[in-house]
Antibody, heavy 122, light 109 residues
Framework: QITLKESGPTLVKPTQTLTLTCTFS??????????VGWIRQPPGKALEWLAL???????RYSPSLKSRLTITRDTSKNQVVLTMTNMDPVDTATYYC??????????????WGQGTLVTVSS | SYELTQPPSESVSPGQTARITCSGD??????AYWYQQKPGQAPVLVIY???ERPSGIPERFSGSSSGTTVTLTISGVQAEDEADYYC????????????FGGGTKLTVL
C-alpha cells in the first residue's frame, strides 16, 4: 500500500529558504516509471503544481517558480526533498507530495500525502 | 503560460446529473485527470486518462473528451459528492509541465 507524508517547518520568515521532505512507502523511486510530485494550495485557493522528479532523476519544474525550486531524491531513505528559496507571505499554503501514476505516458497523481501547512510570516 | 479553465461553481439537486467542464488548448493531444477535494482533505483522483476510473471510485463518476474540452460527469449525484473538483493536464511544450484548472465548487442543493 502506497503512503506519503510531508514534513518540514510550519512557520518560515520572509526571505528564508523552505525545505520540505516527502517520506513515502509502498514503492521505490528507483523503479522505472515512478515519479513523485509536489503541489501546493494557498488557503481557499486552487491547486498549483510545483515540481516532479522521476525514477531516472529527470526533473520538471513549474516555469513560474523554476528559479526558486530544487527537487531531489534519496532512494535509500525513500524520500523526496523540495527546497524553495526567498519565501514570501504569498507562499503560505498547504504543500502536498503525491505519487505519479505508474503508467507510461500518464502524468496524474494517484496517491497524495495529507499535506503540511506552511505559513510565511515575520 | 498554459491554462485550464473551469467554471467556478456548479449546483445540482440530489439524484440529478452534474457536468463540470475544463477547457484547454492542449487537451486534444494531452490526457486529462480529475480530482475531488473535500474541505480539509487531500485531493482524490477520480478520473485519469480522460475517462478511466481508478479502482474504488463509484461508477457514477465518468469522464469524456471532445476537442479542447473535457467533462467530468457525476450521475445520480449524492450529498457526499459536494466538493471542489479540479482538472489537471500537461502542456504541449514537450517538457510536460503539469497544470491544474482553477477548480469548480459543486454544491448539492
Amino acid at each position: 500500500q502506497i503512503t506519503l507524508k510531508e514534513s518540514g517547518p510550519t512557520l518560515v520568515k520572509p526571505t528564508q529558504t523552505l525545505t520540505l521532505t516527502c517520506t513515502f512507502s509502498g514503492f521505490s523511486l528507483s523503479t522505472s516509471g515512478v515519479g513523485v510530485g509536489w503541489i501546493r494550495q494557498p488557503p481557499g485557493k486552487a491547486l498549483e503544481w510545483l515540481a516532479l522528479i522521476y525514477w531516472d532523476d529527470d526533473k520538471r519544474y513549474s516555469p513560474s517558480l523554476k528559479s526558486r525550486l530544487t527537487i531531489t531524491r534519496d532512494t535509500s531513505k525513500n524520500q523526496v526533498v523540495l527546497t524553495m528559496t526567498n519565501m514570501d507571505p504569498v507562499d503560505t499554503a498547504t504543500y502536498y507530495c503525491a505519487h505519479r501514476l505508474a503508467v507510461a505516458g500518464l502524468v496524474g497523481f494517484d496517491y497524495w500525502g495529507q499535506g503540511t501547512l506552511v505559513t510565511v510570516s515575520s | 503560460s498554459y491554462e485550464l479553465t473551469q467554471p467556478p461553481s456548479e449546483s445540482v439537486s440530489p439524484g440529478q446529473t452534474a457536468r463540470i467542464t475544463c477547457s484547454g488548448d492542449a487537451l486534444p493531444k494531452q490526457y486529462a485527470y480529475w480530482y475531488q477535494q473535500k474541505p480539509g482533505q487531500a485531493p482524490v483522483l477520480v478520473i485519469y486518462k480522460d475517462s478511466e476510473r481508478p479502482s474504488g471510485i463509484p461508477e457514477r463518476f465518468s469522464g469524456s473528451s471532445s476537442g479542447t474540452t473535457v467533462t467530468l460527469t457525476i450521475s445520480g449525484v449524492q450529498a457526499e459528492d459536494e466538493a471542489d473538483y479540479y482538472c489537471q493536464s500537461v502542456d504541449n511544450s514537450g517538457t510536460y509541465h503539469v497544470v491544474f484548472g482553477g477548480g469548480t465548487k459543486l454544491t448539492v442543493l
